[in-house]
């Protein structure tokens, strides 16, 4: 069993940007990030594995970076140019396969104030 560990959310002006950080208990082929907003499904919005490969959401594209330090098993979630649409509680993913997941985080609020 994977241990998933996030830090890093919180409150941020709008333009504003976050970092959140994922820590797993051991290597892993895939990790990714997930958003749930308040009413609606949880998406994906960013996904990397071990190669560096990543692939993004349309609506993050150009504005989020995922990376991932493989000496920390930690995969990192660069947000910039935050705006309301933003909001949610984000969830770290893993999944011991390419492109697949099999493990959730609890969970970060990210709250972003217009």
């Known amino acids: 069993q994977v241990q998933l560990v996030e830090s890093g959310g919180g409150l941020v002006q709008a333009g504003g940007s976050l970092r959140l950080s994922c820590a797993a208990s051991?290597?892993?082929?895939?990790m990714a990030w997930y958003r749930q907003a308040p009413g609606k499904q949880r998406e994906l919005i960013a996904i990397?594995?071990?190669?560096?490969?990543?692939n993004y959401d349309d609506r993050v594209k150009g504005r989020f970076t995922i990376s991932r330090d493989n000496t920390k098993n930690t995969v990192y979630l660069q947000m910039n140019s935050l705006n309301s649409d933003d909001t949610a509680v984000y969830f770290c993913?893993?999944?011991?396969?390419?492109?697949?997941?099999?493990?959730w985080g609890q969970g970060t609020q990210v709250t972003v104030s217009s």
């Open positions: 990397i594995i071990s190669s560096g490969v990543t």
């Open positions: 051991l290597s892993i082929a895939t």
């Open positions: 993913a893993a999944g011991r396969e390419q492109w697949e997941i099999d493990y």
